[in-house]
């Protein structure tokens, strides 16, 4: 039966790669939510993060990216400033390569792969050549006929339900102002894809409605709407310019390279885009249970983006 889940969750695997494959191909065709997985280590269950075997949080997270037929593997709303794909590098001393997060545009960031096999899944780089390798508490690739450490793919059900971006005081964002959180709102659920300008491109997270209302045709991304120091956040055409390179790191969620944060209007709600130094509004991404209950990672993920805010407050 363990055999039997693992092929079912590497099958889903490979749909949303060639899914996400369509739209890296056309800019303006519709995104469809990226498989979101984690990685573990079923020994001690620690998962593969950016920085190497870690607790299965938010950052060990991962979606996949594909371009032209090569795949990456993406920090699912997670990624660096300067880097957003897993990738490979050469350490004096290591046998084979160390695993770190890179650019997209690298060579290795654009040849993974993951390959299910009879203890688990096998993870692979460089077309096949080389195996991901747990090594104490760092990642690390070596020719695969010396063996690999098999992990398990560990699905959420981001892709099948969506999730909220929420505060820390009960409140949603819904694209234009923060609301009430209400699971029933199908308004307030949002998905995530990955997606490639071009096969050596830098890869880029765009934020998407994730339940289309028969009131509203046409797919809405979230759009910064221009380059002033100081604008709004609006819904607006997938291929935008301004619908590129999202990310929600320690509370923060901000548009192009992490320049600019969404904050509230304590005044009326609505939403704007600032500077970072400026202040932003900490938030999370956030799921719930099929009792309407925030899940239990939400509620640490939402504790840790207030105490995150609170010690840059005092600092």
Same mark, same amino acid.
Not at 5 to 26: F, G
Not at 61 to 68: S, Y
Not at 165 to 170: M, Y
């Given at each position: 039966?363990?055999?039997?889940?693992?092929?079912?969750?590497? $099958?889903?695997?490979?749909?949303?790669? !060639?899914?996400?494959?369509?739209?890296?191909?056309?800019?303006?065709?519709?995104?469809?939510?990226?498989?979101?997985?984690?990685?573990?280590? =079923?020994?001690?269950?620690?998962?593969?993060?950016?920085?190497?075997?870690? =607790?299965?949080?938010?950052?060990?997270?991962?979606?996949?990216?594909?371009?032209?037929?090569?795949? &990456?593997?993406?920090?699912?709303?997670? =990624?660096?400033?300067?880097?957003?794909?897993?990738?490979?590098?050469?350490?004096?001393?290591?046998?084979?390569?160390?695993?770190?997060?890179?650019?997209?545009?690298?060579?290795?960031?654009?040849?993974?792969?993951?390959?299910?096999?009879?203890?688990?899944? $096998?993870?692979?780089?460089?077309?096949?050549?080389? @195996?991901?390798?747990?090594?104490?508490?760092?990642?690390?690739?070596?020719?695969?006929?010396?063996?690999?450490? !098999?992990?398990?793919?560990?699905?959420?059900?981001?892709?099948?339900?969506?999730?909220?971006?929420?505060?820390?005081?009960?409140?949603?964002?819904?694209?234009?102002?923060?609301?009430?959180?209400?699971?029933?709102?199908?308004?307030?659920?949002?998905?995530?894809?990955?997606?490639?300008?071009?096969?050596?491109?830098?890869?880029?997270?765009?934020?998407?409605?994730?339940?289309?209302?028969?009131?509203? =045709?046409?797919?809405?991304?979230?759009?910064?709407? &221009?380059?002033?120091?100081?604008?709004?956040?609006?819904?607006?055409? @997938?291929?935008?310019?301004?619908?590129?390179?999202?990310?929600?790191?320690?509370?923060?969620?901000?548009?192009?390279?992490?320049?600019?944060?969404?904050?509230?209007?304590?005044?009326?709600?609505? !939403?704007?885009?600032?500077? @970072?130094?400026?202040?932003?509004?900490?938030?999370?991404?956030? $799921?719930?249970?099929?009792?309407?209950?925030?899940?239990?990672?939400?509620?640490?993920?939402?504790?840790?983006?207030?105490?995150?805010?609170?010690?840059?407050?005092?600092?």
């Amino acid at each position: 039966r363990e055999q039997a889940m693992t092929r079912q969750r590497a $099958m889903r695997l490979a749909l949303a790669a !060639a899914l996400a494959a369509t739209a890296a191909s056309k800019p303006t065709a519709e995104l469809t939510p990226s498989v979101v997985f984690h990685l573990q280590d =079923p020994v001690d269950g620690l998962c593969l993060g950016p920085h190497g075997f870690a =607790p299965c949080d938010t950052s060990a997270l991962w979606i996949v990216g594909l371009a032209k037929g090569r795949q &990456s593997l993406v920090p699912f709303l997670h =990624p660096t400033l300067e880097a957003s794909c897993l990738d490979t590098a050469r350490v004096s001393g290591w046998f084979g390569a160390r695993v770190r997060l890179g650019s997209c545009k690298a060579k290795n960031s654009l040849s993974w792969n993951i390959k299910t096999m009879p203890g688990g899944a $096998m993870v692979t780089a460089e077309g096949g050549k080389q @195996c991901v390798m747990r090594q104490w508490n760092f990642a690390a690739t070596q020719p695969c006929e010396f063996g690999y450490t !098999a992990l398990k793919v560990v699905e959420t059900t981001i892709h099948d339900r969506g999730f909220l971006l929420a505060t820390g005081d009960g409140t949603c964002f819904d694209g234009a102002r923060f609301k009430l959180c209400d699971p029933k709102d199908p308004k307030l659920y949002w998905g995530a894809a990955v997606r490639f300008d071009s096969p050596r491109a830098e890869g880029y997270v765009s934020l998407f409605k994730f339940i289309q209302l028969r009131t509203d =045709p046409g797919q809405k991304c979230l759009v910064r709407e &221009s380059s002033k120091r100081v604008s709004r956040p609006v819904l607006g055409d @997938c291929a935008h310019s301004g619908a590129k390179q999202w990310s929600l790191v320690d509370g923060q969620l901000s548009h192009d390279k992490g320049k600019s944060c969404l904050a509230r209007d304590e005044k009326t709600g609505l !939403a704007k885009l600032q500077p @970072c130094k400026d202040g932003y509004t900490p938030m999370s991404w956030t $799921m719930f249970d099929d009792r309407g209950y925030f899940d239990e990672s939400s509620r640490r993920s939402a504790r840790l983006a207030q105490e995150l805010a609170g010690a840059r407050a005092r600092f």
